[in-house]
């Protein structure tokens, strides 16, 4: 079994116990969602996404032509500054 179908029958048997409540649990849309999601915590998310923005001001620092979609917002949530983000590194 592969872990996709391991995590649709472990969804499934945690429905049963559940009873009815969980009716509306479709164990293999929980499976998918589990399996799309590559990041199990707010900080693994961070530390992704600090990642990718230092790496960018680096290229920028190196080359102010290499100005990147990252350095002028962050993930498309909230628009900042290159000043604002190197202001994160200190």
Avoid at 6 to 12: G, L, S, Y
Avoid at 46 to 57: F, V
Wanted: aromatic residues 10%; neutral net charge.
């Amino acid at each position: 079994m592969s872990q996709y179908q391991d995590d649709i029958q472990a969804v499934a048997n945690l429905k049963a116990a559940q009873g009815s409540a969980w009716d509306a649990i479709n164990p293999e849309s929980a499976a998918r969602m589990k399996a799309q999601n590559r990041f199990q915590t707010g900080l693994d998310i961070a530390k992704y996404t600090a990642g990718i923005m230092r790496a960018d001001m680096a290229v920028f620092d190196n080359d102010k032509t290499k100005y990147t979609q990252s350095l002028g917002c962050w993930h498309g949530f909230v628009a900042v500054s290159y000043t604002h983000l190197r202001a994160h590194e200190t």
